[in-house]
Protein backbone atom coordinates (compact mmCIF):
# COMPACT_ATOMS: atom_id res chain seq x y z
CA UNK A 1 0.00 0.00 0.00
CA UNK A 2 2.66 2.07 0.71
CA UNK A 3 3.93 1.78 -2.57
CA UNK A 4 0.71 2.82 -4.36
CA UNK A 5 0.68 6.26 -2.27
CA UNK A 6 4.41 6.87 -3.51
CA UNK A 7 3.67 6.45 -7.12
CA UNK A 8 0.07 8.11 -6.76
CA UNK A 9 1.69 10.99 -6.31
CA UNK A 10 4.12 10.93 -8.91
CA UNK A 11 1.82 10.35 -11.55
CA UNK A 12 -0.03 13.77 -10.67
CA UNK A 13 3.04 15.79 -10.17
CA UNK A 14 4.08 14.58 -13.20
CA UNK A 15 0.50 17.39 -14.79
CA UNK A 16 2.52 18.95 -16.85
CA UNK A 17 0.10 20.68 -19.35
CA UNK A 18 1.63 21.16 -22.34
CA UNK A 19 -0.02 22.55 -24.96
CA UNK A 20 1.62 21.16 -28.59
CA UNK A 21 0.99 21.07 -31.85
CA UNK A 22 -0.40 18.01 -33.01
CA UNK A 23 -0.84 15.67 -35.70
CA UNK A 24 -3.20 13.29 -36.43
CA UNK A 25 -0.80 10.44 -35.64
CA UNK A 26 -2.26 8.91 -32.14
CA UNK A 27 -2.65 5.72 -30.73
CA UNK A 28 -3.31 3.68 -27.36
CA UNK A 29 -1.65 5.29 -23.88
CA UNK A 30 -0.01 1.19 -23.92
CA UNK A 31 -1.04 -1.80 -25.94
CA UNK A 32 -3.42 -4.05 -24.23
CA UNK A 33 -2.10 -6.42 -21.74
CA UNK A 34 -3.28 -9.87 -21.82
CA UNK A 35 -5.58 -10.10 -19.10
CA UNK A 36 -7.25 -6.50 -20.31
CA UNK A 37 -7.50 -6.70 -23.45
CA UNK A 38 -11.15 -7.78 -23.31
CA UNK A 39 -12.11 -5.89 -20.56
CA UNK A 40 -10.41 -2.23 -21.68
CA UNK A 41 -14.17 -1.92 -23.26
CA UNK A 42 -17.34 -0.29 -21.75
CA UNK A 43 -18.05 -0.71 -18.05
CA UNK A 44 -20.71 0.71 -16.14
CA UNK A 45 -18.07 1.94 -13.58
CA UNK A 46 -15.92 3.17 -16.50
CA UNK A 47 -15.84 7.11 -16.71
CA UNK A 48 -17.52 8.70 -19.76
CA UNK A 49 -15.69 12.31 -19.01
CA UNK A 50 -12.73 11.96 -16.81
CA UNK A 51 -9.49 11.13 -17.84
CA UNK A 52 -8.47 7.99 -17.59
CA UNK A 53 -6.24 5.81 -19.63
CA UNK A 54 -7.48 3.46 -22.45
CA UNK A 55 -6.49 0.22 -20.11
CA UNK A 56 -4.08 -0.22 -17.04
CA UNK A 57 -3.05 1.69 -13.94
CA UNK A 58 -2.69 5.80 -14.05
CA UNK A 59 -2.40 8.55 -12.04
CA UNK A 60 -0.30 12.14 -13.07
CA UNK A 61 -0.64 18.37 -17.50
CA UNK A 62 1.47 21.66 -19.36
CA UNK A 63 0.48 24.27 -22.19
CA UNK A 64 2.52 24.34 -25.45
CA UNK A 65 1.62 25.88 -29.05
CA UNK A 66 -1.92 25.65 -28.93
CA UNK A 67 -2.10 21.78 -27.61
CA UNK A 68 -2.66 21.06 -23.50
CA UNK A 69 -0.47 17.64 -22.85
CA UNK A 70 -0.92 15.16 -19.83
CA UNK A 71 2.30 13.05 -18.83
CA UNK A 72 1.37 11.07 -15.75
CA UNK A 73 2.49 8.07 -14.29
CA UNK A 74 2.06 4.59 -16.06
CA UNK A 75 1.73 1.00 -15.66
CA UNK A 76 2.09 -0.29 -18.91
CA UNK A 77 1.66 -3.90 -18.31
CA UNK A 78 -1.28 -4.52 -15.84
CA UNK A 79 -4.09 -2.33 -13.53
CA UNK A 80 -2.25 -1.86 -10.58
CA UNK A 81 0.87 0.01 -9.49
CA UNK A 82 3.07 -3.25 -9.44
CA UNK A 83 6.33 -2.92 -8.34
CA UNK A 84 6.66 0.56 -9.30
CA UNK A 85 8.74 -0.09 -12.07
CA UNK A 86 6.53 2.27 -13.66
CA UNK A 87 6.40 4.66 -17.72
CA UNK A 88 5.28 7.99 -18.57
CA UNK A 89 2.22 8.02 -20.44
CA UNK A 90 1.47 10.70 -22.66
CA UNK A 91 -1.73 12.45 -24.09
CA UNK A 92 -3.00 15.71 -26.09
CA UNK A 93 -6.17 17.63 -26.08
CA UNK A 94 -6.84 20.88 -27.32
CA UNK A 95 -9.52 21.47 -24.39
CA UNK A 96 -8.47 19.37 -21.33
CA UNK A 97 -12.00 17.41 -21.59
CA UNK A 98 -11.40 15.41 -25.00
CA UNK A 99 -7.60 12.95 -25.21
CA UNK A 100 -5.49 11.52 -27.93
CA UNK A 101 -3.07 8.99 -27.10
CA UNK A 102 0.29 9.26 -27.66
CA UNK A 103 3.51 6.73 -27.08
CA UNK A 104 5.16 6.68 -23.90
CA UNK A 105 7.20 9.84 -23.16
CA UNK A 106 9.71 7.48 -20.96
CA UNK A 107 10.23 4.05 -20.03
CA UNK A 108 12.78 2.76 -17.20
CA UNK A 109 15.44 1.90 -19.06
CA UNK A 110 18.54 3.67 -17.65
CA UNK A 111 20.52 2.94 -14.47
CA UNK A 112 19.32 6.47 -13.18
CA UNK A 113 15.73 5.33 -13.58
CA UNK A 114 16.01 1.47 -14.10
CA UNK A 115 13.60 0.83 -11.22
CA UNK A 116 10.59 3.35 -12.45
CA UNK A 117 9.71 6.86 -13.81
CA UNK A 118 8.26 8.45 -10.81
CA UNK A 119 6.70 11.79 -10.39
CA UNK A 120 8.07 15.07 -11.84
CA UNK A 121 7.24 18.17 -13.21
CA UNK A 122 7.94 20.72 -16.70
CA UNK A 123 9.27 23.83 -17.02
CA UNK A 124 10.34 26.16 -19.91
CA UNK A 125 13.66 27.13 -20.27
CA UNK A 126 14.18 30.90 -21.45
CA UNK A 127 14.22 29.51 -25.17
CA UNK A 128 10.44 28.49 -24.52
CA UNK A 129 11.96 24.72 -24.73
CA UNK A 130 10.21 22.33 -22.25
CA UNK A 131 12.55 20.24 -20.28
CA UNK A 132 11.46 17.43 -17.52
CA UNK A 133 12.56 17.05 -13.66
CA UNK A 134 11.87 13.61 -12.52
CA UNK A 135 12.61 11.11 -9.71
CA UNK A 136 13.84 7.96 -11.25
CA UNK A 137 14.52 4.62 -9.01
CA UNK A 138 18.03 4.05 -9.65
CA UNK A 139 19.55 0.38 -10.48
CA UNK A 140 20.29 0.76 -5.85
CA UNK A 141 16.68 1.51 -5.43
CA UNK A 142 17.11 4.58 -4.24
CA UNK A 143 15.34 8.06 -5.41
CA UNK A 144 17.01 10.84 -7.64
CA UNK A 145 15.89 13.71 -9.96
CA UNK A 146 17.09 13.59 -13.32
CA UNK A 147 16.49 15.53 -16.21
CA UNK A 148 14.90 15.05 -20.11
CA UNK A 149 14.83 16.83 -22.98
CA UNK A 150 12.43 16.60 -26.23
CA UNK A 151 14.99 14.96 -28.85
CA UNK A 152 13.77 17.12 -31.49
CA UNK A 153 12.27 20.74 -29.95
CA UNK A 154 10.43 21.56 -33.35
CA UNK A 155 8.42 18.01 -33.17
CA UNK A 156 4.87 19.25 -32.20
CA UNK A 157 4.11 16.11 -30.86
CA UNK A 158 7.57 15.84 -28.20
CA UNK A 159 6.99 12.39 -29.09
CA UNK A 160 10.38 11.62 -27.93
CA UNK A 161 12.64 12.36 -25.17
CA UNK A 162 16.37 12.00 -24.04
CA UNK A 163 17.61 11.14 -20.70
CA UNK A 164 21.37 12.78 -20.14
CA UNK A 165 23.74 10.37 -19.48
CA UNK A 166 24.97 12.78 -16.61
CA UNK A 167 21.88 11.97 -14.52
CA UNK A 168 21.56 11.89 -11.75
CA UNK A 169 21.48 15.89 -11.75
CA UNK A 170 20.73 15.66 -8.13
CA UNK A 171 21.71 12.77 -6.00
CA UNK A 172 20.27 11.39 -3.18
CA UNK A 173 21.52 13.67 -0.03
CA UNK A 174 23.28 12.22 3.14
CA UNK A 175 20.19 13.00 5.61
CA UNK A 176 17.06 12.03 3.60
CA UNK A 177 15.96 8.33 3.58
CA UNK A 178 16.59 6.66 0.29
CA UNK A 179 13.26 5.69 -0.55
CA UNK A 180 12.13 9.34 0.42
CA UNK A 181 13.31 12.04 -1.96
CA UNK A 182 10.85 12.77 -5.10
CA UNK A 183 8.35 14.68 -6.71
CA UNK A 184 10.62 17.71 -8.16
CA UNK A 185 8.56 20.55 -8.53
CA UNK A 186 7.78 22.68 -11.74
CA UNK A 187 10.91 25.33 -11.57
CA UNK A 188 10.62 28.91 -11.39
CA UNK A 189 13.00 31.62 -12.38
CA UNK A 190 14.87 34.32 -9.11
CA UNK A 191 15.43 37.83 -9.79
CA UNK A 192 18.64 36.64 -9.45
CA UNK A 193 18.48 34.38 -12.62
CA UNK A 194 19.01 30.85 -11.00
CA UNK A 195 16.33 28.72 -11.46
CA UNK A 196 14.83 26.83 -8.26
CA UNK A 197 12.93 23.75 -7.67
CA UNK A 198 10.91 22.09 -4.70
CA UNK A 199 11.65 18.47 -3.93
CA UNK A 200 10.33 16.37 -1.33
CA UNK A 201 12.29 14.45 1.83
CA UNK A 202 12.14 12.55 3.96
CA UNK A 203 15.21 13.10 6.63
CA UNK A 204 16.36 10.52 8.88
CA UNK A 205 15.68 12.27 12.04
CA UNK A 206 11.54 11.97 10.82
CA UNK A 207 10.99 15.61 9.85
CA UNK A 208 9.13 15.94 6.89
CA UNK A 209 10.71 18.40 4.34
CA UNK A 210 10.26 20.62 0.92
CA UNK A 211 13.79 21.01 0.32
CA UNK A 212 14.97 24.20 -2.55
CA UNK A 213 17.89 23.70 -5.19
CA UNK A 214 18.89 26.34 -7.21
CA UNK A 215 20.61 26.29 -10.64
CA UNK A 216 22.05 28.60 -13.37
CA UNK A 217 22.11 25.69 -15.91
CA UNK A 218 19.38 22.87 -14.94
CA UNK A 219 22.44 20.58 -14.31
CA UNK A 220 24.29 21.50 -11.62
CA UNK A 221 22.30 22.16 -8.85
CA UNK A 222 23.41 23.30 -5.11
CA UNK A 223 20.91 22.99 -1.63
CA UNK A 224 19.29 26.00 -0.20
CA UNK A 225 20.52 26.19 3.71
CA UNK A 226 16.85 26.10 4.77
CA UNK A 227 13.88 24.21 3.49
CA UNK A 228 10.62 25.94 2.16
CA UNK A 229 8.97 23.67 4.80
CA UNK A 230 10.07 21.39 7.45
CA UNK A 231 7.99 19.77 10.37
CA UNK A 232 7.78 16.44 12.45
CA UNK A 233 4.27 16.56 12.98
CA UNK A 234 2.60 14.81 9.77
CA UNK A 235 5.73 12.90 8.51
CA UNK A 236 6.34 12.75 4.91
CA UNK A 237 4.81 14.75 2.57
CA UNK A 238 5.27 14.41 -1.02
CA UNK A 239 4.04 16.28 -4.55
CA UNK A 240 4.94 19.83 -3.62
CA UNK A 241 3.01 22.54 -5.37
CA UNK A 242 4.37 26.46 -4.84
CA UNK A 243 2.51 29.19 -7.45
CA UNK A 244 1.71 32.51 -6.98
CA UNK A 245 -2.17 33.71 -7.11
CA UNK A 246 -3.79 36.74 -8.43
CA UNK A 247 -5.50 39.41 -5.48
CA UNK A 248 -8.86 38.68 -3.86
CA UNK A 249 -11.66 37.72 -6.39
CA UNK A 250 -9.29 38.15 -9.62
CA UNK A 251 -10.12 34.85 -11.55
CA UNK A 252 -6.63 35.02 -13.84
CA UNK A 253 -3.89 33.07 -13.28
CA UNK A 254 -0.17 33.87 -12.58
CA UNK A 255 2.68 32.40 -14.11
CA UNK A 256 5.82 31.82 -12.28
CA UNK A 257 7.99 34.72 -13.26
CA UNK A 258 10.59 36.75 -11.59
CA UNK A 259 8.48 39.63 -11.60
CA UNK A 260 6.21 38.34 -9.21
CA UNK A 261 8.95 38.10 -6.58
CA UNK A 262 7.90 38.42 -2.90
CA UNK A 263 5.42 40.76 -3.59
CA UNK A 264 2.67 38.19 -5.04
CA UNK A 265 0.68 35.88 -2.73
CA UNK A 266 1.36 32.21 -2.97
CA UNK A 267 0.20 28.75 -2.29
CA UNK A 268 2.03 25.98 -0.79
CA UNK A 269 0.40 22.46 -1.40
CA UNK A 270 1.13 19.51 0.00
CA UNK A 271 -0.21 15.74 0.02
CA UNK A 272 0.35 14.09 3.12
CA UNK A 273 0.93 10.13 3.60
CA UNK A 274 -0.47 9.33 6.50
CA UNK A 275 -3.90 10.72 5.52
CA UNK A 276 -3.92 10.50 1.90
CA UNK A 277 -5.17 14.68 1.82
CA UNK A 278 -3.76 17.06 0.14
CA UNK A 279 -3.19 20.46 1.87
CA UNK A 280 -2.74 24.06 1.19
CA UNK A 281 -2.06 27.13 2.56
CA UNK A 282 -1.70 30.93 1.32
CA UNK A 283 1.25 32.60 2.38
CA UNK A 284 4.19 34.96 1.03
CA UNK A 285 7.32 33.83 -0.59
CA UNK A 286 10.64 35.34 -0.13
CA UNK A 287 12.59 34.75 -3.50
CA UNK A 288 16.33 36.05 -1.59
CA UNK A 289 15.97 33.49 0.86
CA UNK A 290 13.81 31.05 -0.32
CA UNK A 291 11.84 30.41 2.28
CA UNK A 292 7.43 30.52 2.65
CA UNK A 293 5.57 32.33 5.41
CA UNK A 294 2.54 30.30 5.72
CA UNK A 295 -0.01 33.64 7.26
CA UNK A 296 -2.23 32.78 9.73
CA UNK A 297 -1.37 28.69 9.62
CA UNK A 298 0.06 26.02 11.53
CA UNK A 299 3.58 24.25 10.98
CA UNK A 300 1.94 21.23 10.93
CA UNK A 301 0.19 21.11 6.94
CA UNK A 302 -2.95 18.85 8.22
CA UNK A 303 -4.45 22.13 10.17
CA UNK A 304 -3.94 23.92 6.52
CA UNK A 305 -7.53 24.02 4.24
CA UNK A 306 -8.22 20.94 2.12
CA UNK A 307 -8.41 21.58 -1.90
CA UNK A 308 -10.74 18.66 -1.53
CA UNK A 309 -12.72 17.01 1.47
CA UNK A 310 -12.96 13.56 -0.30
CA UNK A 311 -11.24 10.77 -2.32
CA UNK A 312 -8.56 12.37 -4.18
CA UNK A 313 -4.42 13.04 -3.60
CA UNK A 314 -1.35 14.32 -5.03
CA UNK A 315 -2.92 17.24 -7.19
CA UNK A 316 -1.06 19.30 -9.20
CA UNK A 317 -1.88 23.19 -10.59
CA UNK A 318 -0.59 24.16 -13.88
CA UNK A 319 -0.74 27.57 -15.72
CA UNK A 320 -2.73 27.76 -18.42
CA UNK A 321 -1.35 30.90 -20.50
CA UNK A 322 -4.02 29.89 -23.64
CA UNK A 323 -6.65 31.29 -21.14
CA UNK A 324 -4.69 33.40 -18.65
CA UNK A 325 -5.61 30.54 -15.59
CA UNK A 326 -4.53 28.59 -12.90
CA UNK A 327 -5.89 24.67 -13.69
CA UNK A 328 -5.73 22.21 -10.61
CA UNK A 329 -6.23 18.38 -11.47
CA UNK A 330 -6.09 15.57 -8.95
CA UNK A 331 -6.19 11.69 -8.74
CA UNK A 332 -8.51 10.13 -7.65
CA UNK A 333 -7.63 6.13 -7.45
CA UNK A 334 -10.26 2.97 -7.07
CA UNK A 335 -11.42 1.90 -3.74
CA UNK A 336 -13.27 -1.34 -4.33
CA UNK A 337 -10.93 -4.50 -4.18
CA UNK A 338 -7.76 -4.67 -6.78
CA UNK A 339 -9.58 -8.29 -8.14
CA UNK A 340 -12.16 -6.27 -9.62
CA UNK A 341 -9.92 -3.48 -11.42
CA UNK A 342 -7.85 -6.70 -12.81
CA UNK A 343 -10.82 -7.92 -13.99
CA UNK A 344 -11.93 -4.06 -15.97
CA UNK A 345 -8.28 -4.10 -17.14
CA UNK A 346 -7.57 -0.65 -15.59
CA UNK A 347 -7.69 1.53 -12.75
CA UNK A 348 -7.38 5.64 -11.19
CA UNK A 349 -9.43 8.82 -12.63
CA UNK A 350 -8.61 12.20 -12.90
CA UNK A 351 -11.18 15.01 -11.55
CA UNK A 352 -12.22 17.39 -13.87
CA UNK A 353 -9.62 20.13 -14.50
CA UNK A 354 -10.53 23.18 -12.41
CA UNK A 355 -10.18 26.42 -12.56
CA UNK A 356 -8.74 27.86 -9.07
CA UNK A 357 -8.58 31.27 -7.70
CA UNK A 358 -8.52 34.24 -4.68
CA UNK A 359 -11.59 34.15 -3.28
CA UNK A 360 -13.06 37.94 -2.45
CA UNK A 361 -12.17 38.02 0.96
CA UNK A 362 -8.44 36.73 0.74
CA UNK A 363 -8.91 33.47 3.01
CA UNK A 364 -9.06 30.64 0.41
CA UNK A 365 -8.84 29.72 -3.11
CA UNK A 366 -12.00 29.13 -5.09
CA UNK A 367 -12.55 25.87 -7.56
CA UNK A 368 -14.88 25.31 -10.60
CA UNK A 369 -15.05 23.17 -13.34
CA UNK A 370 -13.05 24.68 -16.69
CA UNK A 371 -15.80 26.10 -18.75
CA UNK A 372 -15.07 23.55 -21.61
CA UNK A 373 -17.01 20.42 -19.59
CA UNK A 374 -20.20 22.67 -20.69
CA UNK A 375 -19.05 21.78 -24.14
CA UNK A 376 -20.83 18.25 -23.30
CA UNK A 377 -24.12 19.31 -22.00
CA UNK A 378 -26.88 18.13 -24.26
CA UNK A 379 -30.06 17.39 -22.50
CA UNK A 380 -31.22 20.27 -19.95
CA UNK A 381 -34.42 20.14 -17.53
CA UNK A 382 -35.11 23.11 -15.23
CA UNK A 383 -37.12 24.14 -12.48
CA UNK A 384 -37.37 27.61 -10.79
CA UNK A 385 -39.44 28.40 -7.45
CA UNK A 386 -40.13 25.00 -5.91
CA UNK A 387 -40.44 24.26 -2.57
CA UNK A 388 -39.53 20.62 -0.70
CA UNK A 389 -41.75 20.91 2.76
CA UNK A 390 -40.02 18.86 5.71
CA UNK A 391 -39.39 14.88 4.54
CA UNK A 392 -40.09 16.04 0.76
CA UNK A 393 -38.27 14.37 -1.87
CA UNK A 394 -38.57 15.22 -5.68
CA UNK A 395 -37.19 13.03 -8.65
CA UNK A 396 -35.29 15.35 -11.44
CA UNK A 397 -36.48 13.25 -14.25
CA UNK A 398 -35.39 13.65 -17.93
CA UNK A 399 -31.41 13.29 -18.03
CA UNK A 400 -29.09 10.32 -17.78
CA UNK A 401 -28.66 9.82 -13.78
CA UNK A 402 -24.95 8.24 -14.20
CA UNK A 403 -23.60 11.03 -16.70
CA UNK A 404 -25.06 14.25 -15.42
CA UNK A 405 -24.22 17.98 -14.52
CA UNK A 406 -26.64 19.54 -11.72
CA UNK A 407 -26.41 22.87 -10.45
CA UNK A 408 -29.01 23.65 -7.91
CA UNK A 409 -29.61 26.57 -5.64
CA UNK A 410 -31.20 26.08 -2.08
CA UNK A 411 -32.90 29.53 -0.14
CA UNK A 412 -33.73 28.68 3.71
CA UNK A 413 -36.53 30.87 4.64
CA UNK A 414 -35.42 30.27 8.55
CA UNK A 415 -32.76 29.79 10.61
CA UNK A 416 -34.38 28.71 13.79
CA UNK A 417 -34.20 25.55 13.85
CA UNK A 418 -30.67 25.13 13.55
CA UNK A 419 -29.11 22.92 15.80
CA UNK A 420 -26.22 23.44 18.12
CA UNK A 421 -22.69 22.26 17.65
CA UNK A 422 -19.97 21.70 20.13
CA UNK A 423 -16.14 22.44 19.36
CA UNK A 424 -15.34 18.66 18.86
CA UNK A 425 -17.89 18.34 16.79
CA UNK A 426 -16.70 21.60 14.87
CA UNK A 427 -13.07 19.99 14.96
CA UNK A 428 -14.19 16.52 12.75
CA UNK A 429 -16.50 17.45 9.95
CA UNK A 430 -16.37 13.85 8.39
CA UNK A 431 -17.32 12.39 11.43
CA UNK A 432 -19.99 14.75 12.01
CA UNK A 433 -21.51 13.83 8.30
CA UNK A 434 -20.94 10.36 10.06
CA UNK A 435 -23.45 11.56 12.99
CA UNK A 436 -25.50 13.56 10.86
CA UNK A 437 -26.47 11.43 8.12
CA UNK A 438 -29.12 11.98 4.97
CA UNK A 439 -31.93 10.14 6.58
CA UNK A 440 -31.06 11.60 10.22
CA UNK A 441 -33.80 14.06 10.71
CA UNK A 442 -32.48 17.67 11.44
CA UNK A 443 -33.31 21.12 12.32
CA UNK A 444 -32.23 23.43 8.87
CA UNK A 445 -31.38 20.33 6.74
CA UNK A 446 -30.18 17.81 5.57
CA UNK A 447 -31.36 18.76 2.55
CA UNK A 448 -29.31 18.22 -1.18
CA UNK A 449 -29.50 15.71 -4.07
CA UNK A 450 -28.96 12.03 -3.80
CA UNK A 451 -27.15 11.01 -7.07
CA UNK A 452 -26.45 7.54 -8.99
CA UNK A 453 -29.84 6.36 -6.47
CA UNK A 454 -31.56 2.85 -7.70
CA UNK A 455 -35.59 3.17 -8.23
CA UNK A 456 -35.44 1.80 -4.78
CA UNK A 457 -33.57 4.31 -3.18
CA UNK A 458 -31.93 0.93 -1.79
CA UNK A 459 -28.41 2.48 -3.25
CA UNK A 460 -27.80 6.24 -3.69
CA UNK A 461 -25.09 8.90 -2.76
CA UNK A 462 -26.40 11.45 -0.83
CA UNK A 463 -24.81 14.97 -0.87
CA UNK A 464 -26.41 17.80 1.38
CA UNK A 465 -25.75 20.99 3.53
CA UNK A 466 -26.89 21.33 7.48
CA UNK A 467 -27.14 23.89 9.36
CA UNK A 468 -25.84 24.42 13.03
CA UNK A 469 -25.33 26.96 15.39
CA UNK A 470 -22.04 27.72 17.18
CA UNK A 471 -20.66 30.04 19.21
CA UNK A 472 -23.50 32.57 18.19
CA UNK A 473 -22.76 32.24 14.51
CA UNK A 474 -24.24 29.56 11.90
CA UNK A 475 -22.09 26.81 10.08
CA UNK A 476 -22.39 24.90 7.46
CA UNK A 477 -21.95 21.47 6.74
CA UNK A 478 -21.48 19.68 3.63
CA UNK A 479 -21.42 15.77 3.23
CA UNK A 480 -21.16 13.53 0.36
CA UNK A 481 -21.87 10.17 2.52
CA UNK A 482 -21.42 7.03 0.22
CA UNK A 483 -22.39 4.35 3.35
CA UNK A 484 -25.65 3.35 0.49
CA UNK A 485 -23.97 3.69 -2.50
CA UNK A 486 -23.65 0.00 -2.79
CA UNK A 487 -24.83 -2.72 -0.79
CA UNK A 488 -21.69 -4.09 -1.56
CA UNK A 489 -19.74 -4.40 1.54
CA UNK A 490 -16.48 -5.05 0.27
CA UNK A 491 -16.51 -1.61 -1.00
CA UNK A 492 -14.86 1.68 1.28
CA UNK A 493 -18.25 3.78 1.58
CA UNK A 494 -17.60 6.10 3.62
CA UNK A 495 -19.06 9.70 4.58
CA UNK A 496 -17.18 13.16 3.81
CA UNK A 497 -17.59 16.00 4.91
CA UNK A 498 -16.18 19.64 5.05
CA UNK A 499 -17.93 23.16 6.28
CA UNK A 500 -18.80 25.90 3.80
CA UNK A 501 -16.88 29.32 4.54
CA UNK A 502 -20.12 31.51 3.81
CA UNK A 503 -22.36 33.77 5.94
CA UNK A 504 -25.81 31.89 5.68
CA UNK A 505 -27.47 34.70 7.91
CA UNK A 506 -26.76 37.06 5.25
CA UNK A 507 -26.55 35.23 2.13
CA UNK A 508 -30.25 32.86 3.15
CA UNK A 509 -28.96 30.58 0.46
CA UNK A 510 -26.24 28.29 -0.84
CA UNK A 511 -25.97 26.83 -3.98
CA UNK A 512 -24.49 22.87 -4.91
CA UNK A 513 -23.00 21.78 -8.14
CA UNK A 514 -22.83 18.08 -8.68
CA UNK A 515 -21.08 16.20 -11.29
CA UNK A 516 -21.62 12.41 -11.48
CA UNK A 517 -20.08 10.50 -13.81
CA UNK A 518 -20.70 6.99 -13.34
CA UNK A 519 -17.89 5.85 -10.65
CA UNK A 520 -17.23 9.66 -10.00
CA UNK A 521 -19.11 12.03 -7.93
CA UNK A 522 -18.02 15.38 -7.96
CA UNK A 523 -18.96 18.27 -5.82
CA UNK A 524 -18.79 21.95 -5.28
CA UNK A 525 -20.55 23.85 -2.53
CA UNK A 526 -21.18 27.53 -2.42
CA UNK A 527 -19.39 28.40 -5.43
CA UNK A 528 -16.09 26.35 -5.26
CA UNK A 529 -15.71 27.13 -1.32
CA UNK A 530 -15.72 23.41 -0.39
CA UNK A 531 -15.20 20.47 -2.73
CA UNK A 532 -15.94 17.00 -2.34
CA UNK A 533 -15.20 14.04 -5.10
CA UNK A 534 -16.26 10.43 -4.35
CA UNK A 535 -15.82 7.15 -5.82
CA UNK A 536 -18.91 4.78 -5.77
CA UNK A 537 -19.45 1.59 -7.42
CA UNK A 538 -23.50 0.95 -6.84
CA UNK A 539 -24.76 -2.70 -8.01
CA UNK A 540 -27.48 -1.65 -9.67
CA UNK A 541 -25.54 0.28 -12.85
CA UNK A 542 -24.57 -3.41 -13.87
CA UNK A 543 -28.52 -3.83 -14.79
CA UNK A 544 -30.84 -0.90 -14.94
CA UNK A 545 -30.42 3.27 -14.88
CA UNK A 546 -29.33 5.25 -12.23
CA UNK A 547 -31.83 8.47 -11.42
CA UNK A 548 -31.63 11.90 -9.59
CA UNK A 549 -33.35 12.82 -6.42
CA UNK A 550 -33.61 16.52 -4.42
CA UNK A 551 -34.74 16.06 -0.97
CA UNK A 552 -35.45 17.80 2.20
CA UNK A 553 -35.11 15.86 5.78
CA UNK A 554 -34.99 19.55 7.96
CA UNK A 555 -37.90 20.42 9.94
CA UNK A 556 -38.30 23.37 8.22
CA UNK A 557 -39.15 24.13 4.35
CA UNK A 558 -36.56 24.55 1.62
CA UNK A 559 -37.12 26.58 -1.32
CA UNK A 560 -35.32 25.53 -4.68
CA UNK A 561 -34.71 28.88 -6.10
CA UNK A 562 -33.01 27.86 -9.21
CA UNK A 563 -31.83 24.08 -10.84
CA UNK A 564 -30.43 23.28 -14.12
CA UNK A 565 -29.90 19.63 -14.77
CA UNK A 566 -28.09 18.54 -17.71
CA UNK A 567 -27.33 15.21 -19.41
CA UNK A 568 -23.78 15.23 -20.37
CA UNK A 569 -22.47 13.65 -23.56
CA UNK A 570 -19.28 11.55 -23.32
CA UNK A 571 -15.41 12.84 -24.34
CA UNK A 572 -13.60 10.82 -26.31
CA UNK A 573 -10.88 10.00 -24.07
CA UNK A 574 -8.62 8.09 -25.45
CA UNK A 575 -10.21 6.35 -27.69
CA UNK A 576 -8.08 4.63 -30.57
CA UNK A 577 -7.80 6.02 -33.74
CA UNK A 578 -9.71 8.63 -32.69
CA UNK A 579 -8.59 11.58 -34.64
CA UNK A 580 -8.53 13.96 -32.14
CA UNK A 581 -5.82 16.03 -33.02
CA UNK A 582 -5.34 17.85 -35.81
CA UNK A 583 -4.15 21.26 -37.72
CA UNK A 584 -7.61 22.30 -38.07
CA UNK A 585 -8.53 21.97 -34.40
CA UNK A 586 -5.04 23.57 -33.12
CA UNK A 587 -5.72 27.49 -32.38
CA UNK A 588 -4.85 29.97 -34.89
CA UNK A 589 -1.73 30.86 -35.60
CA UNK A 590 -0.43 27.79 -33.74
CA UNK A 591 -0.02 25.88 -36.40
CA UNK A 592 3.35 23.63 -37.01
Known sequence: ??????????????????????????????????????????????????????????????????????????????????????????????????????????????????????????????????????TGIDADNNQVQNVAFPKNASDPLLREWVKPSYNPVIALPDDVVHDNFRDPSTAWLGRDGLWRVAVSAGLKDGTGSTLVYRSKDFRQWERNAEPLYSSGDAGMVECPDLFPVAGPGDQNGLDYTPSNGSAASYVLKQSVMVTLSDYYVLGRYDDAADTFSPVEADNDCRTWQRFDYGHVYASKSFYDAGKNRRVLWSWANESDPE??????????????????????DGKQLLQWPIEEIET????????????????????????????????????????????????????????????????????VGPFGLLVLASADLQEHTSVFFRVFRHDGKYKVLMCTDLRRSTTR????????????????????????????????????????????????????????????????????????????????????????????????????????
Not at 558 to 568: G, N
Request: aromatic content about 10%.
Open 1 to 134: MAGLRLAACAAVAVHLCLLLSPSAAVRWLSDPAPESAAAAGHHSYRTAYHFQPANNWQNGPMYYKGVYHFFYQHNPYRATWGNGNLSWGHSVSVDLINWSALENAMDPDSSFDINGCWSGSATFLADGTPVFLY
Open 339 to 360: ADYLARGWAGVQTVPRRIWLAS
Open 376 to 443: LRKTRVGLLGAEMNAGGMNEIIGVAGAQADVEVVFEVPSLEGAENLDRNQLLDPQRLCGEKGASVLGG
Open 489 to 592: ADVYKPPYGGFVDIDIEKERSISLRTLVDHSVVESYGGGGRTVITARVYPEHAQTSNSRLFMFNNGTGAVKVSKLDAWELAPAKVNVPGDGLITHGSMRPGEAY
